[in-house]
């Protein structure tokens, strides 16, 4: 399973690296502590079976809004927002159009990751499958290549 990381506290970075390590399900770890080239690189074709995602950014979009731009790029990926606010979030996290598989507190607890992977892990029959990207009304969309039974170009 292929994993993104972003939050703007590089200690908790090190840390939540460090966890998903002894993770067996764990391949690959993207570490970013800014939203812009997290959003690049899913732009630029890369994919992530889930994004751990900061909610709370010291920058003009939070967590929740970048996981509602990645769903029009990646609609497949799962997002597990972590934060240490919950009291500030937890009734907003359902208005935003996300493919939302967990929510979790720091510190965070290792069990409770676990868990939250092992069921993204069980959710996704077609891990690692091809996608195209597409652009519609300007924005990058994904298709995975299982949907596509006929293109046409005008």
């Known amino acids: 399973m292929e994993i993104a990381v972003c939050d703007d506290n590089t ?10 390590q002894t993770l067996p399900m764990v391949e690959g770890i993207y570490m970013f502590s800014d939203l812009d080239a997290f959003l690049l690189s899913a732009e630029e074709g890369r994919r992530y079976d889930a994004v751990l995602m900061d909610i709370d950014w010291d ?7 970048v996981a ?3 769903y029009q790029l990646a609609p497949e990926t799962k997002i597990i927002y972590v934060t240490g ?3 500030r979030f937890s009734q907003r996290i359902f208005l935003y159009r996300a493919n939302l598989s967990g929510y979790l507190t720091k510190p965070v607890d290792m069990e409770l990751l676990g868990a939250n992977l092992h069921q ?6 077609f891990l690692n499958e091809q996608s195209l990207l597409l652009e519609r009304r300007g924005a990058p969309v994904s298709v995975p290549l299982r949907e ?3 293109i046409e170009s005008r």
């Open 11 to 20: 200690l908790f970075l090190r840390e939540i690296k460090g966890q998903l």
């Open 59 to 65: 920058q003009d979009e939070s967590g929740m809004d």
């Open 68 to 70: 509602e731009r990645l």
């Open 85 to 87: 606010y919950s009291d």
């Open 120 to 125: 993204v892990a069980n959710a996704m029959p």
């Open 148 to 150: 596509i039974y006929f």
